[in-house]
């Protein structure tokens, strides 16, 4: 018997596992995978290449989990990149964002002296709107038909602080939600390689386009957390895993237990309240709380036995939307490609990411192709070399090159994605190379996960990175829906702490944080 169990050892479980141990609880957390840290590892994938297996920045994490939890003191060393992005573009310059912003405006000028002008005051609205929405994602999501008096008085205070940010900048955060981010861009700068740097993160592993309406939404959910236009690309030194592996360390030591190797076949109810769970072996173990850090369709569809649940709740789910697109790509590299328009030491050029998405007509049509089942014949790439902060991840001398790759719609129209492997491969480097040329001829190793295996090997349903579409009808009260969004379900003592709750957003603990405190104040009257 435990007295909580915890489904995934994934960065939010490991988050929640610690608030509730912490708090005197004795979490069980049982993670199918070998290892811990779900989407958020770093693994050996040849012989002496280690890369940051499929996320390779980090949101950043919300900096209260870092404290609480010691991560420094257990040994992470966060890294905040100098140039945090690198943009590269057709014609063979590329431009560099500094963690400063007059540096950045700087590299701007030669582009568009307008732009250069006007990039201090973006920075500036994008911090004030996402300091505002900050506030958002600390809070659990009100009750739509009976908000409590505490959910009440949240209300108030971020109504106070809305009117607090004026009139020009309230207005801009009511206007942007539900535009395109192509829009949204274009009103601030008509440089279309700035456009596309500051519009990729909108559409970073969603199913949409910088064209899609509610967009704009997306980029305002990111800088709630990061502010900085193309993102500050935090990491870690040894990657996302060094991260987790403190984690898992600072759940074990406030008192909670990791098993990996172990999978959750079955959540048990019995009278609409749960009862533990049954694991593949067949063991049972009972729990009067479960707490899962899988997606929400795995946990409800996957998991829980049908009858258990309402067909209204059931039909919700199934119609909550995963339709994952990204792949990832891990190459073991000779040495350090260079970039064309990339000037001075790759080893300090190269620290953050490099985007290679260089127009939002670009980034449109490589949305197009997935549309219709396709891989976009010309895909955005976000591309990071973790082994750079960390050169112990490769062979001395020799490097990791880690590659985002969209669109790859999980639903190809034709063929199946362990077919499409070197297919894909061949797409990203023949990418690459027109940005890096001879970048093929460094690959030593390589690793193609294709959104068929995020979905089987690393257990995200549908591929989706972020156990759910990020979109407007599926965030705050709406994740993962309407009713359900505060952490319970409608199972008693049955709870949900993954990416697929408000925030969401990435690697940033939010998720985690937030759930745990929920269970610690247990059911609600409904
Ligand atoms: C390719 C890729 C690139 C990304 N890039 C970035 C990035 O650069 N920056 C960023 O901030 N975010 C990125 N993300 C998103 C981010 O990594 C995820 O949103 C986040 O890690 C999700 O964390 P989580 O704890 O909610 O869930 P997960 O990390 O998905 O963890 C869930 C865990 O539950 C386990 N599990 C599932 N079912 C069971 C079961 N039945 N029994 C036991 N265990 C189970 C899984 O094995 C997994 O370990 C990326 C994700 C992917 C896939």
Redesign the pocket.
């Known amino acids: 018997m435990a007295d909580t169990i915890i489904?995934?050892?994934?960065?939010?479980?490991l988050v929640t596992a610690f608030y509730l141990a912490k708090a005197g609880r004795k979490p069980l957390v049982?993670?199918?995978?070998p290892l811990v840290g779900?989407?958020?590892t770093s693994e050996e994938f040849a012989p002496g290449y280690q890369c940051a297996t499929?996320?390779?920045?980090?949101?950043p994490l919300r900096p209260s989990i870092v404290r609480d939890m010691q991560l420094e003191r257990r040994g992470v060393k966060f890294e905040h990149p100098d140039p945090r992005l690198v943009s590269v573009g057709l014609d063979g310059r590329a431009l560099a964002f500094s963690t400063d912003p007059g540096r950045t405006a700087d590299a701007i000028r030669p582009f568009s002296a307008k732009d250069a002008a006007r990039y201090a005051e973006f920075c500036g609205t994008l911090a004030r709107l996402g300091a505002f929405l900050s506030d958002l994602l600390e809070m659990t999501p009100p009750s739509i038909d009976a908000p409590s008096a505490g959910e009440l008085w949240e209300l108030l205070k971020t109504g106070r602080k809305f009117r607090a940010l004026g009139r020009k900048e309230s207005f801009a955060l009511l206007r942007w939600g539900p535009m395109a981010v192509a829009d949204l861009v274009a009103e601030w700068f008509e440089t279309d390689l700035l456009q596309a740097s500051v519009a990729a993160r909108a559409i970073h592993?969603t199913a949409m386009g910088p064209w899609s309406a509610g967009t704009g939404a997306i980029l305002l959910l990111a800088a709630a957390t990061d502010p900085a236009p193309g993102g500050s690309s935090v990491t870690a030194v040894g990657g996302p895993g060094a991260v987790t592996r403190a984690m898992a360390d600072a759940a074990r030591a406030a008192g909670a237990d990791i098993r990996t190797g172990?999978?959750?076949k079955r959540i048990l109810v019995k009278d609409g309240a749960v009862r533990g769970v049954a694991l593949a072996d067949g063991t049972e173990i009972a729990a009067t709380t479960v707490v899962s850090?899988?997606d929400p369709r795995?946990t409800f569809l996957g998991?829980v036995d049908p009858v258990e649940l309402e067909p209204d709740f059931t039909t919700r789910i199934t119609n909550y939307r995963c339709p994952g697109t990204?792949a990832?790509l891990n190459f073991g590299l000779g040495r350090l490609p260079a970039f064309r328009g990339v000037t001075g030491d790759p080893a300090a050029s190269l620290r953050g990411r490099v985007q290679v998405g260089p127009g939002i007509d670009y980034l449109e049509r490589a949305f197009d192709a997935s549309k219709y089942g396709e891989m976009s014949p010309s895909p955005y790439l976000d591309v990071a070399f973790p082994s750079v902060t960390d050169p112990s991840m490769a062979p001395s001398g020799h490097h990791v090159m880690s590659v985002?790759m969209q669109y790859a719609p999980f639903s190809l129209r034709a063929g199946s994605w362990s077919e499409q492997k070197d297919a894909l491969a061949d797409l990203v480097l023949r990418t690459l190379e027109a940005q890096a040329p001879g970048v093929t001829a460094l690959v030593e190793h390589r690793q193609v996960i294709t959104p068929d295996d995020?979905e089987h090997v690393?257990?995200?349903t549908g591929g989706h990175?972020?156990?759910g579409e990020l979109a407007l009808d599926q965030l705050f009260t709406m994740r993962p829906t309407l009713g359900w969004a505060d952490y319970r379900t409608p199972l008693a003592g049955l709870y949900l702490c993954?990416?697929g709750t408000h925030p969401g957003n990435?690697?940033t603990g939010g998720?985690?944080q937030n759930a745990a405190r929920e269970i610690l104040k247990g059911p609600r009257s409904r």
């Open positions: 489904i995934g050892a994934g960065h939010n479980a049982l993670e199918r995978r779900g989407c958020a499929l996320a390779h920045t980090l949101g592993g172990a999978e959750v850090g899988a795995r998991l990204v990832k985002h995020l690393y257990g995200l990175i972020h156990h993954g990416s990435g690697l998720s985690g």
